[in-house]
């Protein structure tokens, strides 16, 4: 296996949204190379990992399977270097590369349990949550990046598919023109994806982190779902997990409870119906009066309590920021 780093300068992304769910996040962009779409009969050939730093310092590396027999080599340096990281970049990494890393890591028994941080895939933001398709037609990265005006920042001229072939024919001769072009297409890759992240002010980004889910303190927020009754949390627990059980009393009013063996926390906030088909929750009660001096400037907050949804419309910012405050406060009472 070969391990190719290189420290790049990038533009530093800051946004009040994005700012929302990863603070002080150490943050990968992730892409793979394969020899093909299916894990269980094609191999990982080539990983790609940019470590965003302030400043706009980051750190590419790539590991690079030039011999055969490297995959698991390329695998357990892959999964040792995100497991660094509190949140994961990828561009259809939900489908794809993620996945693919797991299946074939299981192949040689290689543990990926640690990479429970939360992940944010572009594409699914860009699909589901904007109407940018509609805008520019196909959703493919090169595309988005011309869209965005990223294309001449792009040196290499190949697909995924080229990358392949390319790949074919360099374990023949190990070429070094060959091994060039294909660890240039994977660092443009994350280089670029990177540079692409103010693309989600195209979006309704709030929205798509509560559909997608987003890390808070130790916690990975894996399903929320707000109506008349409340809202129910699902999140994961990324390490020291214990078993607890709280019913819900006057003045805790939700009830949680958590598994040790699985790492998984549900709680449920139950609702009180302000007026017909406006259910709030009172999040001074549950955060206090501290947590709450930071939440009051949202619309959605008012005397204290958090406002749902009115009708149809749900408040997806303001509950995704009580969400990140309450994990943030409950996490040290769960721990071993």
Do not use: W
């Not at 296996?1 to 530093?12: A, C, D, F, L, N």
């Not at 730093?53 to 055969?68: E, L, V």
């Not at 990926?112 to 589901?128: I, K, W």
């Amino acid at each position: 296996m070969k391990t190719i780093r290189k420290e790049v300068q990038t533009e530093p992304f800051c946004s009040r949204a994005f700012s929302l769910y990863t603070a002080g996040a150490e943050i990968a962009v992730f892409d793979i190379e394969t020899t093909g779409l299916y894990p269980k009969r094609d191999s990982l050939i080539l990983s790609g990992i940019l470590r965003l730093r302030t400043g706009g310092k980051a750190t590419a590396t790539q590991y690079f399977s030039d011999r055969s027999g490297d995959e698991p080599e390329v695998i357990r340096a892959t999964v040792r270097d995100l497991a660094e990281c509190d949140l994961i970049v990828t561009y259809n990494g939900r489908s794809f590369d993620l996945p693919f890393l797991r299946t074939r890591a299981a192949r040689y028994g290689i543990d990926t349990g640690a990479l429970n941080m939360a992940d944010l895939d572009l594409y699914m933001v860009l699909h589901y949550h904007s109407d940018l398709k509609a805008a520019i037609g196909s959703l493919a990265q090169k595309n988005v990046e011309r869209f965005m005006g990223l294309d001449a920042g792009r040196k290499d001229e190949i697909s995924g598919y080229d990358s392949v072939r390319l790949y074919q024919r360099y374990m023949t001769n190990h070429d070094p023109e060959l091994e060039a072009k294909i660890l240039l297409h994977n660092h443009d890759d994350i280089l670029q994806l990177g540079k692409l992240l103010p693309v989600i002010e195209k979006t309704d980004f709030h929205r798509a982190m509560f559909s997608l889910g987003f890390g808070a303190g130790d916690f990975t927020v894996r399903e929320l779902r707000a109506g008349d009754g409340g809202l129910d949390l699902r999140a994961g627990k990324r390490k020291n997990a214990v078993d607890y059980i709280l019913f819900p009393t006057p003045e805790q009013p939700y009830s949680l409870m958590m598994s040790r063996e699985s790492g998984i926390l549900e709680v449920n906030f139950p609702a009180v119906k302000a007026a017909p088909g406006i259910p709030v929750i009172d999040a001074r009660r549950i955060l206090g009066e501290e947590s709450m001096k930071t939440l009051e400037k949202y619309p959605a907050f008012e005397s204290g309590y958090l406002i749902l949804k009115k009708a149809d419309r749900i408040n997806y910012l303001e509950i995704n920021a009580f969400v990140s405050a309450f994990l943030r406060q409950i996490g040290p009472r769960l721990c071993r």
